[in-house]
């Protein structure tokens, strides 16, 4: 059994790598189940875990014990062992590694912070309702708050007039901060994924921090251990 495609199942979200071409391709999209047909793959989850994949052999689940990543706890979630383990693999190849570990903020439906220190061993971390999630939150938790801000462009005023602008403001600073402020207080290497990453890390950048960015560190990280689980195809 080859295993050509992989699938880490998010809380909101399904990210995929298919081989296809000669190459690996990512792609995150809305949960559907259609698309996982017949074919062998090889998954892990955060969110919720269809039928269709439970106790299939041509399907192995990987788990956290199967992530190189010393020093996890049980109970630490699988997406972001992948994460931070594949952020600590690139840091190694960087022409200047840094010697204070990695800090790896995934931005998700949660922002989760993971810090390695510098010889790569889970250190612990922090978790914030993501952006998203933040706003939702405060329009259900009040009367005159809307429920159904979307964060479709980051204002200019740091200081807005208009409720929606003024909450999407907000959970904007909120998330930036916390981000600046945990990279202060490690000095290690900041290392940003997740579907949030790229306003994350334009945001981070114009306030000067420095940080690397990419969205498919999880799914690349499956698709290095794919050979744990069977021959990997050539790539």
């Known amino acids: 059994m080859v295993l050509r495609r992989?699938?880490?199942i998010g809380n909101s979200r399904w990210h995929w790598a298919e081989w296809h071409q000669e190459q690996w391709c990512f792609d995150h999209a809305e949960p559907d189940q259609r698309r996982?047909?017949?074919?062998?793959?090889?998954?892990?989850?955060?969110?919720?875990?269809?039928?269709?994949l439970v106790d299939e052999p041509c399907?192995?689940?990987l788990r956290l014990r199967h992530v190189p990543l010393e020093?996890?706890?049980?109970?630490?979630?699988?997406d972001r062992a992948l994460g931070a383990w594949e952020a600590w693999q690139r840091e190694l190849r960087c022409s200047k590694p840094s010697d204070r570990g990695v800090l790896l903020a995934?931005?998700?439906?949660?922002l989760s912070l993971t810090l390695l220190d510098r010889h790569g061993h889970f250190q612990g971390?922090?978790?914030?309702?993501?952006?998203?999630l933040q706003l939702r939150s405060m329009g259900l938790a009040t009367s005159l708050l809307p429920a159904d801000v979307k964060l479709e462009k980051v204002p200019d005023d740091p200081f807005p007039v208009a409720t929606d602008q003024a909450m999407r403001r907000g959970v904007i600073q909120a998330i930036v901060a916390s981000v600046q402020?945990?990279?202060r207080i490690s000095g290690a290497s900041l290392w940003v994924c997740g579907g949030d990453a790229p306003l994350l890390e334009s945001e981070l950048n114009s306030r000067g921090i420095r940080c690397r960015s990419d969205s498919t560190l999880q799914l690349q990280a499956m698709v290095r251990?794919?050979?744990?689980?069977?021959?990997?195809p050539d790539r």
């Open 6 to 8: 992989a699938l880490l």
């Open 36 to 52: 996982l047909g017949s074919e062998p793959l090889i998954w892990a989850a955060v969110g919720a875990v269809p039928d269709q």
């Open 59 to 61: 399907r192995p689940r």
């Open 71 to 78: 020093g996890c706890p049980p109970w630490l979630g699988v």
């Open 106 to 110: 995934d931005a998700g439906t949660v």
């Open 125 to 132: 971390g922090q978790l914030i309702p993501g952006l998203h």
């Open 181 to 183: 402020d945990a990279q």
């Open 225 to 232: 251990l794919l050979d744990r689980f069977s021959p990997a």
